[in-house]
């Protein structure tokens, strides 16, 4: 089973609006996610590993985490999900840029 290195998603969803990040039709390993406010305002952000795709409470793995003006936070996380699973975010502000990296595997 080859692995490969990549990016796994990026996204800039609108503000309140809840958007796959990444998924794949392989398993795949989440090693980091950047969350970037490009916003002049502080906002919050929210994360969930979805199997649903119901944004269940049970899912989320940060919500409304707080996230100052122009900042970055990033999470190193090493969750690893199968091909049906997703990882969903939002944001409070819709300026903020959502990065995933991590290793697909075939």
Known sequence: ????LKIL???MPAAGVTT????STFQITISSVVFCN???????VRLAVSATGADLAKEFIYYDLPIAANDTFI??????IG?????????GNGLVAFNAFGVEVS
């Open 83 to 91: 091909n049906t699973n997703v990882l969903r975010c939002s944001s």
């Open 20 to 23: 796959t990040l990444c998924g």
């Open 38 to 44: 490009t916003g002049g305002s502080a906002t919050t």
């Open 75 to 80: 999470a190193t996380i090493g969750i690893t």
């Open 9 to 11: 998603g990026q996204v």
């Open 1 to 4: 089973m080859p692995a490969t």
